[in-house]
Nanobody, 121 residues
Framework: QLVESGGDLVQPGGSLRLSCAAS????????IGWFRQAPGNEREPVFC????????IIRDSVKERFTFSSDKAKNAVYLQMSSLKPEDTALYYC????????????????WGQGTQVTVSS
């Protein structure tokens, strides 16, 4: 099970940290992905990380602004978002895939319920 939190309304240029707490499994040998979906749009990948070999896939539009971290003791991962833009507004999901090798949301089989991020003045 995955549970996201941390979404909020924030002004452009602001920061947020999203959290994803996992239960029922540990991250070893899993890929964790952060995805987002805005109304009327398809779900798109933001950041994917595979714990076994630290393979990382990052969406171009969030490079230099979003960073990924994890706390294995808490069995949680985080998405630190800075310099937020209105186009970052979306419902953000975390997802897991055993030894996932892509950042395609269709390949991920465990999903959280999502947390809303709204960037607006």
């Amino acid at each position: 099970q995955l549970v996201e939190s941390g979404g909020d309304l924030v002004q452009p240029g602001g920061s947020l940290r999203l959290s994803c707490a996992a239960s029922g499994f540990t991250f070893d040998d899993y890929a964790i992905g952060w995805f987002r979906q805005a109304p009327g749009n398809e779900r798109e990948p933001v950041f994917c990380f595979r714990f076994g070999d630290n393979k990382t896939i990052i969406r171009d539009s969030v490079k230099e602004r979003f960073t990924f971290s994890s706390d294995k003791a808490k069995n949680a991962v985080y998405l630190q978002m800075s310099s937020l833009k209105p186009e970052d507004t979306a419902l953000y999901y975390c997802a897991a895939k055993f030894w996932g090798s892509t950042c395609d949301p269709r390949d991920f089989d465990s999903w959280g319920q999502g947390t809303q991020v709204t960037v607006s003045s």
